[in-house]
């Protein structure tokens, strides 16, 4: 069976043939014609279903991405419930072993700033981010403004009604 683009090449030669007669289709030539128009019905109708089943695959994945996630946060909530009262009870008992796990506390300090405004600039860190504005950039060269290492690339995309 033929692939999609032998189809459309085909019909592209068919066409040729067609207004190299000056527009007269012969009776082989019409059976040649509808025959192709079929084949790249079938092809393209096999090609949306494909496509389709795939876009619905991949409905599935982000779904089953989202549940794991749900899961993973679930988790975590457990971890952090029970790491929290190990620390309570290494709290109330002091460290302990059992086994060979050791249960014990260890200090650590995390810097605090309630307002990052109000600090001097000595303490401050600026990060600065750049974008293109594309909208402004797209009407500049609508109105015929030349910018250098900037243009606007016209896609064709498939639309299926």
Known sequence: MSSLYQITADQRL??????????????EIEERLTITESQLQQ?????????????????????????????KKVNNNVIDCLNENLLEAVKLFGAYEVGTQKFSTRKSSQVIVEDVNSLPDIYKVVKVTEQADKMALKKAIEAGEKIEGVYILENLNLKIN
Not at 14 to 26: D, P, V, Y
Not at 43 to 71: G, P, T, W
């Open 43 to 71: 092809k393209s109708i096999a090609y949306l279903e494909v496509i389709r089943q795939k876009e619905a695959f991949n409905m599935l994945i982000d779904n089953e991405v989202k549940r794991l996630q749900q899961l």
């Open 14 to 27: 068919l066409m040729n043939e067609i207004e190299s007669l000056e527009g007269e289709i012969t009776t």
